[in-house]
DNA sequence: TAGATACTGAACTATATGGTTCAGTATCTG
DNA sequence: CAGATACTGAACCATATAGTTCAGTATCTA
């Protein structure tokens, strides 16, 4: 299970790792968009945002339902919580290590003061 | 410099979109380690694991520093600010519109409600 | 029903990625 | 100085990615 979560997190970032699916991303946010609409605005092939999307779909950040000829695409932000989650926990657990470095510094500072009195 | 930005993000979220990778960046958050180190810990050839570091460092997760013979490797966060930042802002916008959906769904109900009670 | 619209799938190209091996170079240690 | 250690670079492989074109199919509209 932990390997499932890897491979979400996985496809999630490398959803990311494109400009062109953070702009449709974007895009949706503000409003559904069919595969037409998405590849007018980015200057692409019908079949190249299809791709896109799909790769957005299996990372969990798209969802499609298809009505009629149209292909309706829209946000989902779940995985874009875990990989948001993923981040947080280890910022989280290297700031403590940046602190603990500052505080090293510190004392050595402080040392310093301290050696510099002495040998005064 | 937008398209500067766009070039850091995705050399952040491609970094990030390898287990491997994560895990280097997981391990060098408890301490700094050398390319044999982490080469050892991820059952990978050294040149396989220069690489992944290579990675790293471009997208400015990690920073390294050769004395003598050994390279050593250490976490650096502010690009993962960026791509937390990135994540953050859409995340936002995104449940802007989720609320304004459900602020629909809800006065649907309502008038569903006020319907009903029409009828009989 | 004819034609336009919206998408889909297969095939192809160019480039990137994740990994290896092998043959070095540079540095430390006894 | 000799050997061990730590890394590096080139070359190679298999697979994935980002994009295209072209030839369909399915659905809407006049």
Redesign the interface.
């Known amino acids: 299970m932990v390997q499932y979560l ?1 491979g979400r ?2 496809a999630a ?2 959803a ?4 062109t699916r ?1 702009g449709v ?2 895009r949706l ?2 409003s559904e968009a069919s595969i037409t609409d998405l590849a007018d605005g980015f200057h692409m092939t019908l079949t190249g945002m299809r791709k896109h999307v799909r790769v957005l779909e299996h990372a969990g950040l798209v969802t499609t339902e298809k009505v009629g000829r149209v292909r309706h695409c829209r ?1 989902g ?1 779940r995985r ?2 875990e ?2 989650a ?3 926990q ?2 989280d ?3 403590a ?2 602190r603990a470095l500052d505080d090293i510094v510190e004392d050595l500072k402080r040392q310093e003061k301290t050696d510099e009195r002495k040998q005064h």
Chains 1, 2 share one sequence.
């Open positions: 890897q997190l996985d970032f490398a990311l790792a494109d400009s953070r991303l974007e946010g503000h946000i932000t874009l919580e990989a948001a993923w981040i947080q280890y910022q657990l290297w700031y290590r940046f």
